[in-house]
C-alpha cells in the first residue's frame, strides 16, 4: 500500500509538473495514535502564475478532496517560480498546542 505522502508527491507531480515539491509528514509533531494526519506541501509551479492565493488552495483542496477527509491538517505553500526565486524556503510550521 502506498503511503499517503508517496500518493500527495504523486498527485501533485501530475497536477502541476512543479519546478519544486517538498511534502513532509509532521504527524509526529502532533498529539494521538495518527502517523499519517498532518502534511505540509511546498509547491513551485507555472501554473500558479495567474492564480490567486486562495485560487491556488482552493486547487489543492479539489484536488485533494477525498483525502482530505482522512488527513487532519494540510499546510500549503504555494508558489510562483518567480515568488520562489525570492524566498527560496518556505514559513516552519508552528508548534502543535496539544502536544505533551
Known amino acids: 500500500m502506498i503511503s499517503m505522502l508517496s500518493h500527495i508527491e504523486d498527485q501533485l507531480q501530475l497536477a502541476l509538473e ?3 515539491l517538498e511534502v513532509v509528514n509532521e504527524s509526529s509533531q502532533h498529539s494521538g495514535p495518527a502517523t499519517e494526519s498532518h502534511f505540509k506541501i511546498v509547491v513551485v509551479s507555472s501554473d500558479f502564475d495567474e492564480m490567486k492565493l486562495i485560487d491556488r488552495h482552493r486547487f489543492i483542496n479539489k484536488l485533494f ?3 482530505l477527509k482522512q488527513i487532519h491538517a494540510l499546510a500549503m505553500h504555494t508558489y510562483t517560480p ?4 525570492k524566498r527560496k524556503a518556505a514559513p516552519d510550521s508552528p508548534e502543535c498546542a496539544s502536544k505533551p
Open 18 to 20: 512543479p519546478e519544486y
Open 82 to 85: 518567480k515568488e520562489w526565486e
Open 65 to 67: 478532496s477525498e483525502e
